[in-house]
């Protein structure tokens, strides 16, 4: 699994024009699924960033989890995030999971991170979604299990 995970002051997803997410302080967390990832990827992911110290704490220092700060967190499928682009100039998705599978593992994913305490909303798997959000640093940070 791979994750490109922004920290924002706010967020919101639509699909088709009609708001499906919408988060104040938190996480936006992009997240791929490779034809080799299991439930363990899932849950190594979503523990690791639920309780990932990139919130500041009073002093300015990066110390404070999206649970310290009680921030939510919106998951978005991306497949894209398994673009192989070494070939040409059309990008490859061979490793991306296929997707009946890759949305089970979102699912759990989703699961997990709740489970861990982060109130966690949605984009719409497979749609077509505009996303909207204020990255707060910038913070952006590229993870893989």
Known sequence: MRTVIQRVSRASVS?????????????????????????????YLAKKIANLRIFEDDAGKMNRSVLDVDGEAIVISQFTLYADTRKGRRP?????????????????FVGYLSDSGVATQTGKFGAHMQIDLVNDGPVTIWMEK
């Open 92 to 108: 490859s998705f061979i490793d991306a999971g296929n997707p009946q599978d890759a949305e089970l593992l979102v699912e759990s």
């Open 15 to 43: 699909v088709d024009g009609r708001t499906v997410a919408d988060i104040g302080l938190g996480l936006v967390i992009l997240l791929g699924v490779g034809q080799v990832d299991g439930d363990e990827q899932a849950a």
